[in-house]
Structure formats: structure tokens, C-alpha cells
């Protein structure tokens, strides 16, 4: 796995109970602040449509033609104001996001947590200032960071003739951010890069507020969306950034209950098959419940929100190698049996340095499987494409 997805927020907002629900992993979920105190890593998966349903026969890494390829998630322990200062567990849960490509940040949309995480009734707290207090604690990380040394790198850049960018970076390195953030960074916010040394503190803090939105995109997963009332929903809706409205503990009941082969459901289904005669009437009562709230919602909204963060925010595609671009299969004779994110706009050359440096040192040309046509290095490859790479490499 070569993607990795944070999941962050206060504490009590579901995220434990999102990260269960997306992994099946065995996490501690408790109606109480710091629930997590260590990071958990688990496998979680993007859905896609499979490229065998238009073959004869399916490739047998895919469920009835549904996709999933696997991604890394981290839930990571709830963070409160001011943690960048040493508040709750300190710096800790920050340090955890900084593998993240991009962040899931769960929110208690119903209103029913303070901004602590505190329980508090529902609609009595605006899940607005949540998402401002988390925006503010990663860039206040970044900031102090800089701080911290920023008089002896501003003497080393003037003294040495160095580039702000390479030494900003190589101080982020830490966090995740790498050199083009950081130029780009520059470049927006206009700081005069050959006047570093007068750069003031809301400089920095400017300039740490964009490498944040450049080096870790969010989207919002509004959580407990069933339980909340309509006015915070359209809120969030109307932001400027991506929203998912989601229930974790609906996706959860669901994904318990097709674990055990109770009912026929899919991650991302909008609805489920009972498939079990032995459930009691209370099991089929919650289930109908369920059933009600994912038809209100068009669904629990989590797979839909892991989908969005990696096909929109990181703009990724899949595509398939395979190396019988006949019957689509490797030299073991197992059809479609890898499937590789990549950044949208990858060309052939890129995804065959995807496949193992060997190849991409080696590369003479693709071939896109689904036509036969021969491919060029710099041919932009599409999500969904089945490609052959070949190349001089043994």
C-alpha cells in the first residue's frame, strides 16, 4: 500500500467507531474523551467498478465486479484545543498525521459534543468551530515547528546563499512536507523570498496555514448525520470544501452483520439482503432501522467518503498491470490480479516505475490491453486502464 489516510478530530465525535466500521479492526469505542491513546492503523479499501465486467468471465479478485483496492487508514487519538501546545495528549496525535496524504477529518455534526468532546445535548454545539479549531491545530503544529529554530535558519539561508523552499522543507520534512508545497506556499501567499529575515510571526503563520492546505487536503466526514438536525447539515453542505454527511455507527451495524453473514451487503450498498433465518425480532427490527436511515441518507456515506478522498481531493486513478494483454494476466496466469493508485495526469513510464524501478530504468513502450494498442512513454493513462508494460527488465 502506498496510500495512507488520516483520520482526525475531538475526541467523542466517532472516529474509533469510523475506523471499525471502514477496517473491521478491534478498536476500543467508549462514549468518553481519549478512547484512543495510541494511533490505530488498519486496512481500509476504495471501491471501483472492475474492469472484468466487460470480459466473459470475472477475475476473482473482485466481488460480483466491485473493486476494492487497499489503502492504509490511521486513527489517530482526538485532539482538543490547543493541543499543539502540550493540551490533552500533546503533539502526539499530530506526529501521527504526518504519513497522511490526506486527512478525513470526523466531526459530530448532530451537535451533541463540546469542543472538548464533552457530552453535551444535541444541537447545542456548532460543529462549525470544529472544523476551524483542527485547521488552526495542524498549522499551529507547522508553525511551531518553524519557530522553534527560525532565527538560525533565516542566518543560514542569508549566510550559505540557500533556497528558502529547500530549507523550509527539509525543517517540515517531518510533517510530510516536501519541496514543491513549500514553493508553491511561496508563491501564493507572496512573501518576498529574498527578505526572509524580516519575515514576522503572522508571516509564517500565513505561510504555514497554505503548506497545511497543500500538504494535507481534508474533506469532512459529518458524522452522526441521523441524528442531526437539518439546520447543521445545510451548514456544513453550503462550506466550501468537500462534506460527507455519514453515519459510522450505521456502516458499522451493517458491516457487523454482514461478517456474519446475517445479510448481503457491500461497503457503498444503499441498501442489504437478509440472508439469515436465525435472526430474532429485535435483530430484524434494528436492522430495519438501519435500513431506513441509509435509505434517508442514500447510504451510511463512509465508503463515500474514503472514495472522495482518494478519487477527488488526491485526484488519484486506478490502473491494472497485467502482462498478457490478451487474458488480461500476469505470468502466473491469474487475471487482473493488482490494481495501483495513481495520480490522475500519470503517464505509462511513471506506472511502470510504479511496478519496481527496474522496469521503469528499462521501459520500451506499454500497451493498453482493452484495445492492443501500443502506448507511448508519455501517453496519460485513464482510471480503469489494463495496461502491459514492457520493458528490457528480467
Known amino acids: 500500500m502506498s496510500m495512507t489516510i488520516g483520520l482526525a478530530g475531538k475526541p467523542n465525535a466517532g472516529k474509533s467507531t469510523f475506523f471499525k466500521a471502514a477496517t473491521l479492526a478491534d478498536v476500543e469505542i467508549a462514549n468518553y474523551p481519549f ?3 495510541h494511533a490505530n492503523k488498519g486496512v481500509t479499501y476504495v471501491r471501483a467498478q472492475c474492469p472484468c465486467v466487460t470480459r466473459d468471465k470475472r477475475c476473482g479478485n473482485c466481488s460480483d465486479g466491485i473493486r476494492y483496492v487497499p489503502i492504509e487508514l490511521i486513527d489517530v487519538a ?8 502540550g493540551r490533552g495528549l500533546g503533539n502526539s496525535f499530530l506526529d501521527d498525521l504526518r504519513q497522511a496524504h490526506a486527512i ?7 451537535g451533541g459534543t463540546d469542543i472538548e468532546g464533552n457530552p453535551v445535548d444535541i444541537g447545542d454545539h456548532n460543529p462549525l468551530d470544529d472544523i476551524d479549531f483542527l485547521n488552526r491545530e495542524l498549522t499551529m503544529w507547522m508553525f511551531s515547528i518553524l519557530k522553534r529554530n527560525w532565527e538560525k535558519l533565516a542566518r543560514k539561508i542569508q549566510g550559505e546563499g540557500l533556497k528558502v523552499e529547500h530549507v523550509l522543507a527539509d525543517q517540515l520534512a517531518g510533517t510530510g512536507v516536501d519541496d514543491t508545497q513549500v514553493s508553491c506556499a511561496l508563491n501564493e501567499c507572496k512573501l518576498d523570498r529574498s527578505h526572509h529575515t524580516k519575515w514576522t510571526d ?3 503563520i500565513h505561510l504555514c ?68 433465518d436465525k435472526l430474532n425480532e429485535a435483530q430484524k427490527r434494528g436492522l430495519e432501522h438501519v435500513r431506513t436511515l441509509i435509505q434517508k441518507m442514500d447510504g451510511t456515506g463512509i465508503q463515500k467518503c474514503i472514495n472522495q478522498a482518494v478519487f477527488e481531493l488526491l485526484d488519484l486513478i486506478i490502473v491494472y498491470p497485467v502482462e498478457d494483454e490478451g487474458k ?25 516505475y510504479k511496478i519496481h524501478s527496474d522496469i521503469g ?11 492492443k494498442m501500443r502506448l507511448g512513454e508519455k501517453h496519460e493513462l485513464n482510471n480503469g486502464d489494463v495496461v502491459k508494460i514492457v520493458s528490457t527488465a528480467k
Open 328 to 352: 488480461w494476466t500476469d505470468k502466473n496466469g491469474r487475471m487482473l490480479p493488482d490494481a495501483f493508485l495513481m495520480k490522475k495526469g500519470s503517464n505509462a513510464h511513471d506506472f511502470a
Open 361 to 371: 530504468d528499462r521501459f520500451l513502450y506499454a500497451v493498453d490491453a482493452k484495445t
Open 104 to 110: 478525513i477529518h470526523v466531526i459530530d455534526a448532530s
Open 78 to 85: 482526538g485532539l482538543v484545543p490547543d493541543a499543539h501546545l
Open 35 to 37: 478512547t484512543t491513546i
Open 202 to 204: 503572522d508571516d509564517l
Open 209 to 276: 496555514d497554505i503548506i497545511r492546505t497543500l500538504s494535507k487536503p481534508m474533506i469532512i466526514a459529518a458524522n452522526k448525520a441521523d441524528v442531526a438536525p437539518a439546520e447543521n447539515i445545510t451548514n456544513l453542505m453550503a462550506l466550501d470544501q468537500m462534506v460527507v454527511p455519514t453515519s459510522a455507527a450505521g456502516e458499522l451495524a451493517l458491516r457487523s452483520a454482514a461478517k456474519s453473514h446475517a445479510i448481503k451487503y457491500e461497503p457503498g450498498d444503499k441498501d442489504f439482503t437478509i440472508i439469515s
